[in-house]
């Protein structure tokens, strides 16, 4: 705890301008749910009373990284950077901690596929229903989509189908993206678990996978993937010289110019922001915009919504626990209090975390039960080319 | 050429008996084999395979009662439903799916049990060594 990186830290974080106000605890999902967590007093500790290793340590590994507390933060203070570095400096000095949910499989995978000469097997999901290239400048990144939808079977979550249904969107605006075999992991999970040696070998990896087929833009549906390929690649990979377009401004810039509607959906939905998405990458206007071309359908929002929406429980797939679970419980039981019979998302990590609970039979059952959709899935399902 | 590295996951029960009657009465086991003993095949789970390649190994094998045998109920169900899943994910990684393989022992099967275990060291040493970083190590050596 003396090195003076945490200095500098402190310096670049603005942890010296916090105030003690402690709107971030007030705010805080995991204080919230009943844990005895402060980020308040992290910052405190962290400028005054460092000598208290554990309660430091603890801290940093705990945090969701849900960014609600940089939101209501009237000083600026940067925590989720803090976070961020202050994992990858203890992962460093003292080792990977931070209990890893599904007992590390998915960071293991992740791993994995730092090996250089990898040849998977990614794509056995393409078929006749998706237009794809065989080369191009323009590739569609599907991340960890085959991955998860055979790690999470078991709660018939089904991420495939948002990979599919991003590229049938893509299609009706005649963009036949590439899919590359061997593209990897974008790495965020390995980002945010402190795992910084084996996310820059993925971003690297990556890099070199999109120069190699000749990519020039890369089109993304997972904010995570987004975050990760638009802001902390560029600094990992010098030269990084690739357009990294998000599918939800795609959709809002290329709708504009007509051609295109979608059929009438009868149903009422709400919509959970994703903390990438929204906090961080600041599009909580998008979904919406989107949503609102789709007719007949009866838009609600949350009690807490866009900026402000309550994080699904998890982040990274490290510390979920029945803290998490309350989260997820409190935020279902937010969108069942809309009256809506549908939860739209736009992460896959999202739904994978909230499925977890709705199916979790020690849960609350019916009280909160509801189907969860994403919102490619959504419209395309609805996209028609009008006159 | 490095020798592959072949682990065994072993149930303390019936497979465990064979393994150790086998150990008794002298039969070789191949020299790069490993073995881990649990109480119950259902005690591992897909992370635990996964981490066991992750860690360098080319190939896993995870020796199992017979299903009416588990002292405990659902075991090498738990088991083959694993390996089922973490086979598909090998899959997606490229790594060949004969790569990790379950078989099932009574607990009389001493010759059985090192048979099998030669045969797959056979089998994984034929696959060769799997890809490791280009700095020759394993993905991970520490946890």
């Known amino acids: ?387 | 050429m490095e020798p592959v590295r072949i682990l065994g996951i072993c149930c303390n029960w019936s497979p465990f008996v064979c393994y150790n009657a086998a150990g008794m009465t002298g039969l070789n086991m191949p020299s790069n084999f490993r073995l881990i003993r649990v109480m119950c095949i259902g005690r591992i789970n897909q992370a635990l395979i996964l981490r066991a390649f992750e860690f360098g190994a080319d190939g896993v094998i995870l020796l199992e009662c017979k299903d009416e045998d588990c002292r405990y109920g659902p075991g090498p169900e738990v088991g083959h439903e694993n390996v089922n899943r973490v086979r598909k994910l090998l899959h997606l990684l490229g790594i060949s799916q004969e790569r990790l393989v379950e078989r099932t022992f009574g607990a009389h099967e001493k010759v059985a049990l090192v048979q099998t275990v030669w045969k797959f060291a056979v089998e994984i040493d034929a696959l060769g060594p799997l890809k490791k970083r280009s700095d020759g190590k394993p993905v991970r050596t520490t946890m």
Not at chain 1, 49 to 78: F, H, K, Q
Not at chain 1, 190 to 215: H, M, P, Q, Y
Not at chain 1, 256 to 273: E, I, N, S, V, Y
Request: with cysteine; hydrophobic share 40%.
């Open chain 1, 1 to 387: 705890m003396n090195d003076p990186r945490i200095d500098q830290m402190i310096v670049d974080m603005s942890l010296y301008q916090c105030l003690e106000c402690g709107k971030c605890t007030a705010s805080c999902p995991r204080r919230l749910s009943g844990k005895e967590y402060s980020p308040r007093l992290l910052a405190h500790k962290v400028i005054a009373e460092r000598e208290d290793e554990a309660y430091i340590e603890n801290s940093v590994w705990e945090c969701l990284t849900c960014g609600m507390c940089r939101e209501r933060c009237p000083s600026g203070v940067d925590f989720n950077r803090f976070i961020l570095e202050m994992r990858a400096m203890l992962a460093e000095t003292k080792g990977l901690k931070g209990y890893r949910a599904h007992d590390g499989a998915i960071h293991s995978w992740m791993r994995m596929m730092t090996t250089p000469g990898l040849k998977q097997n990614r794509l056995d999901w393409v078929d006749s229903d998706i237009q794809v290239a065989r080369s191009g400048e323009v590739a569609f990144f599907a991340g960890c989509a085959p991955y998860f939808d055979v790690f999470f079977a078991g709660i018939e979550v089904d991420t495939i189908s948002i990979a599919k249904d991003s590229i049938r969107l893509l299609n009706f605006l005649d963009i036949k993206p590439v899919l590359l075999p061997d593209e990897r992991c974008c790495g965020h999970d390995l980002l945010w678990s402190g795992d910084v040696e084996n996310f820059e070998a993925l971003c690297r990896l990556n890099f070199k996978t999109f120069k190699d087929a000749g990519i020039r833009e890369i089109i993304v549906s997972c904010p995570e993937c987004y975050q990760v390929l638009s802001e902390h690649m560029p600094g990992i990979v010098s030269g990084f010289d690739i357009k990294v377009t998000l599918l939800i401004d795609l959709l809002q810039q290329e709708l504009k110019k007509g051609g295109l509607a979608f059929r009438p959906l009868k149903r009422k939905a709400t919509f959970q922001d994703p903390c990438r998405l929204v906090r961080m990458l600041d599009r909580s206007s998008g979904p919406r915009e989107l949503l609102g071309l789709v007719p007949e359908m009866t838009f609600v929002e949350m009690e807490n919504s866009g900026r402000g929406a309550l994080c699904c429980g998890n982040c990274g797939f490290i510390n979920c626990d029945a803290y998490s679970k309350q989260i997820q419980v409190a935020r279902l039981k937010e969108a069942k209090a809309t009256g809506a019979d549908l939860l739209i998302t736009a992460c896959p990590k999202c739904m994978i975390h909230l499925t977890c609970t709705i199916r979790d039979r020690m849960r609350h059952g019916k009280k909160i039960k509801m189907e969860i959709r994403d919102l490619a899935s959504v419209l395309a399902d609805g996209i028609e080319y009008s006159g």
